[in-house]
């Protein structure tokens, strides 16, 4: 599937947000958890989205347009600062937290949010609070657990419904991926493809 990608806008503010009225699918996580790195897997290009062994690299929400002829209608990606991050200052981080609720509460285009966890841990308390932010608001959104590749294959099922569990959200709406073997690409795209058509 050739898929035609490029970062058009890095808004700081609100009035920076695009205004040519795409839908968009927005991505949270925790620092490092690997948001850039689902980003080059899912439209298979190293090198669009900037990867860092550095947390808090990502501080302003990233807006990648994508396209995929014959797949999907043109849509927004949209890399949101990785929350969590111990060593960014707490005024940074406050700019960050009214920098993505506004977006969330004020996008008119919002479709769908992707919210990802290192499959490696357990569900921190940024992490459920996340998921309790978009339940309560109901936000329709996937839960993908990153890293897959990281542990032993027999045990992603299991640390998935774990997950699941921990976060009291149906499994159905879960999902492992790995961007170094594409584990989960496929299922990701057909996921945002449903998600734009609703």
């Not at 958890?33 to 302003?60: E, M, Y």
Request: proline share 5%.
């Amino acid at each position: 599937m050739a898929i035609n990608a490029h970062l058009a806008v890095c808004a700081g503010k609100e009035e920076q947000f695009p205004r040519d009225r795409k839908p968009e699918i927005a991505l949270a996580g925790r620092s490092n958890v690997g948001k850039s790195s689902l980003i080059n897997c899912l439209v298979n290009r190293k090198g669009l989205a900037h990867t860092s062994n550095t947390p808090g690299r990502t501080q302003t929400l990233n807006f990648y347009h994508l396209e995929a002829p014959g797949e999907a209608k043109p849509f927004y990606l949209v890399d949101m600062p990785g929350y969590g991050y111990a060593k960014v200052n707490l005024g940074r981080r406050d700019e960050w937290k009214h920098l993505i609720e506004g977006y969330f509460n004020h996008s008119k285009h919002l479709k769908a949010i992707i919210q990802l966890i290192d499959l490696r841990h357990p569900p921190q308390p940024l992490d459920i609070q996340m998921t309790e932010y978009l339940l309560s608001n109901n936000f329709p959104f996937l839960l993908v657990g990153t890293k897959a590749d990281k542990i032993a294959k027999t045990k992603v099922d299991e640390s998935m419904l774990q997950i699941a569990e921990q976060l009291n959200i149906d499994s159905i709406n879960t999902l492992a991926f790995s961007a170094e073997s594409a584990l989960g690409r496929e299922s990701l795209w057909n996921w945002v493809k449903s998600s734009l058509k609703e």
